[in-house]
């Protein structure tokens, strides 16, 4: 049995790191008497998946979770049971149950979608992105722990809109090599380079608030909320 949840990550809870995330739902299943399921071997780990990581930082309005369940347990029941043992900023809105063939949510997100909004803005965001959306491409060079990688970050928003003068949306691939939505939004400030190959992602503004509004499937070309697989 696998149950699918949604839950959100506000507040001072955007700062607990992925990892302590899985901490705290590993403790929390506990607490809250939750039947998960545990993988085989000497050392028995609830088997549970996270869709994808979450920038530190950056809010999540719809996280998406996957459980393996050792007995049934309602789903109504989950949520609330989950929301009396979790601290502030962490909270379940619904869930259901699916198929225990299918892929869980770390092998179906394929995008995701984030609202920044720049803050102290002196000039309007309106003209660079302008730009940023006119352009086939902008190639970027994005530090990795070892190198240093040619990557186009353009081709890697799907989508894209301004919601205000110093607030956008977008939908960034995260099939593969991705960037973070902070080095995206920097990209779209500056607009596309006047060279290819010059901008480097080692000076992103901290002066942005973030938010993951959802995570998305990619289901022949279309873009799907995870929970509504």
């Known amino acids: 049995m696998r ?42 780990k609830p088997r ?6 979450l920038m530190l930082g950056a809010n999540g309005e719809n996280e998406v979770m996957d459980v393996h369940l050792a007995d049934s347990i309602d789903p109504e029941e989950f949520v609330s049971r989950m929301n009396n043992v979790l601290s502030e900023g962490l909270r379940f809105h619904k869930a259901k149950m699916v198929a ?53 970050a353009r081709k890697l928003v799907i989508a894209f809109r ?4 110093n607030e956008i949306e ?12 902070t080095e995206v939004a920097a990209v779209v ?16 503004p901290a002066l942005m608030e973030v938010t993951r509004t959802d995570i998305l499937a990619n289901v022949h070309d279309h873009y799907v909320p995870l929970f509504e697989l």
Do not use: C, W
């Open 162 to 165: 301004m919601l205000s003068d």
């Open 48 to 53: 549970f998946s996270l869709a994808s990581a």
């Open 100 to 152: 225990d063939s299918g892929k869980d949510v770390q092998a179906l997100a394929s995008a995701a979608r984030y609202r920044v909004r720049f803050r102290d803005l002196t000039e309007s965001i309106i003209g660079p992105a302008t730009d940023f959306v006119g352009a086939r491409s902008i190639m970027v060079k994005k530090k990795t722990k070892d190198a240093i990688r040619d990557i186009d």
């Open 3 to 44: 149950l699918r949840s949604v839950f959100s990550k506000t507040g001072e809870a955007r700062y607990i790191s992925h990892l302590d995330l899985q901490r705290t739902f590993e403790r929390a299943f506990r607490r809250a008497e939750i039947p998960v399921a545990f993988s085989q071997g000497f050392n028995p």
């Open 170 to 181: 977008f939908l960034l691939d995260i099939s593969g090599p991705t960037m973070k939505p």
């Open 189 to 204: 400030q500056k607009g596309g380079p006047e060279e290819p190959d010059e901008q480097v992602l080692d000076d992103v």
